[in-house]
């Protein structure tokens, strides 16, 4: 088992910053990869960025250029910067871990609420 808890949502105005960690403990040699996800109300969870094992990352279209995946293997923490934010990006932010044999392991979300 994989165990995720985010931090760092929060509340900020369009065109700012924030920056979530997700720390990762437990059987963390079983990850193939790591992702941030997020569902706005009434929509459907979906990717926003994940990064493969080897490095790879992924975006969405509707963050390419604004948002960064990145991880830490010392401190075992995954981040999402995210820039330059939108109202549309407000949604409930989770981190995500697939792992061998096709697990999946979700953090409990953290908020983001751009304001116009």
């Known amino acids: 088992q994989v165990q995720l808890v985010e931090s760092g949502g929060g509340l900020v105005q369009a065109g700012g910053s924030l920056r979530l960690s997700c720390v990762v403990s437990?059987?963390?040699?079983?990850?193939?990869?790591m992702g941030w996800y997020r569902q706005a109300p009434g929509k459907q969870r979906e990717l926003v960025a994940d990064?493969?094992?080897?490095?790879?990352?992924k975006y969405a279209d509707s963050v390419k250029g604004r948002f960064a995946i990145s991880r830490d293997t010392a401190k075992d923490t995954v981040y999402l910067q995210m820039n330059s934010l939108k109202p549309e990006d407000t949604a409930v932010y989770y981190c995500?871990?697939?792992?061998?044999?096709?697990?999946?392991?979700w953090g409990q979300g953290t908020q983001v609420t751009v304001s116009s």
């Open positions: 995500n871990a697939k792992r061998i044999g096709g697990y999946d392991n």
């Open positions: 437990g059987s963390i040699f079983s990850i193939n990869a």
């Open positions: 990064i493969k094992s080897g490095g790879t990352t």
